[in-house]
């Protein structure tokens, strides 16, 4: 790594103990990334009631689709970078920066303004409880407002973890953090304005993020100069992008979607079991977190191994990844099956909402013992750009397990959130033996990007 330069290379060195310093800060960046999120349901739920939980979850859910979306074109844009820092061609890296930033400009705006005038439909569609709606409808419009600070700064972190930098994004994450933490004590408690105002506090804490961010690279020793004339579109390097970012966007849509199903028929059974699924789901965001974190870092260091043709170096890091996250997500596991009850009443202490929610935080909480192998498996597919393959099993395990099993014990047979809770892990497990049998072949060992 050169003098003030933020790339680091990932294909020298011992794996084992460079996985663990790229995870960390990933893991930490993660945790916090999901304090946003409890921080909002903490303080509205605290403040504002049942009621407001609901409605922020609803319209966070929304919002979370379509950050995944574009996340999904970000995670392309670690590999194709990773990939072309590992065989040392720097130009074809600042060009397909400026083209990945143009591109979600571009689509930021757009979605915004579809999003402003759709949004009412969408909130029918999903049955949303007449108690919260107009909660949900003041959360989803204004976060609809931020969508290109949104998007930005989730493209800026991914760019800095194709270079091997996970650090840099924990320190920007960590300062959106504690002011959106203030600005949701200040707006929702002393100002009582429910989720609107958690609404605004994590549109201004994203966009000061992002932009400490540029300024930040700006004064490195970055390859992207942030000129308007490197904003610009090359034609390969989009057709690159696209190729390897829309399977993973189009899979993580959908996974969003069959969840956005569970809490679609959890609104149907009222306001509990609604305000249940969604601190769950914030809950959810913690326990899975450093499987996440460490498929993440599995897929940033096998892309720059790939590009430089260290095909069993990737092996051995998907190895060591599984290893460190299970040994994370099991002690989670036994965690929350002890104190169901105890990990719920932090958020709400409705003893409705709690019954609700332990019932289905006792099946939804086996995942925990699966989305390891899945993640990591899942990164090294990525890392060497198969994402088609990651995209198909992502989309088959939602589409063939998850909403069906949903709908099935949900709907069909009544089973309450403790039948709703089944769809989670079984899907999860429907997706690693694919992706297992997918690594078995040694198909991923074809370089799809260079």
Known sequence: MRKGSIERNLTEGNVVKLLIQFALPFMLSNL??????????????YYSGTAAISGVNIGGQVTLILTNLIV???VGGTVIIGQYLGSGDRKSVKETIGTLLTFLLIV?????????????????LLQTPEESYQQARDYLDITMLGTVFIFGYNAFSAILRGFGDSRRPLIFVSIACTINVFLDLLLVGAYGMAAKGAAIATVISQAISMILCIITLIKSDFVFDFKLSSFKFIKKHFITIIRIGIPISI????????????????????????????????????AILPAIAVGSSVSAMVAQNMGAGAIDRAKKTFYTGFALA????????????????????????DP?????????IRTFSFDYLIVPATFCLNGL???????????????????????????????????????LGLAAPIASLASCLILLIYYVTGKWKKNMVI
């Not at 757009?110 to 969408?122: G, H, R, Y």
């Not at 994370?328 to 719920?344: H, K, M, N, R, S």
């Open 72 to 74: 999904g074109l970000t």
């Open 108 to 124: 930021g705006i757009a979605i915004t303004i579809i999003m402003l005038i759709v949004s009412d439909n969408i909130l029918w």
């Open 381 to 419: 597919v990525t890392g060497s750009g198969h994402t088609i393959i990651s995209s198909v099993c992502g989309i088959l395990s939602s589409i063939g397990f998850r909403v069906p099993i949903a709908i099935v014990f949900g709907i069909v047979m009544q089973k309450g959130l403790g039948g």
């Open 352 to 360: 409705n909402t709690i019954s609700a929610g332990v019932e289905y």
């Open 32 to 45: 916090i990334q999901s304090l946003y999120n409890v921080a909002d349901m903490l303080i509205v739920g």
């Open 326 to 349: 299970f040994s994370i997500t099991f002690v989670v596991f036994i965690i929350t099956q002890i104190f169901p009850e105890q990990i719920l009443s932090i958020f709400d202490d």
């Open 251 to 286: 899979q993580n849509v959908i996974v969003n979607f069959s969840f956005l199903v569970l809490t679609t028929i959890a609104n149907s059974m009222g306001v509990n079991a609604s305000a249940a699924v969604g601190i769950v789901g914030k809950y959810n965001g913690f």
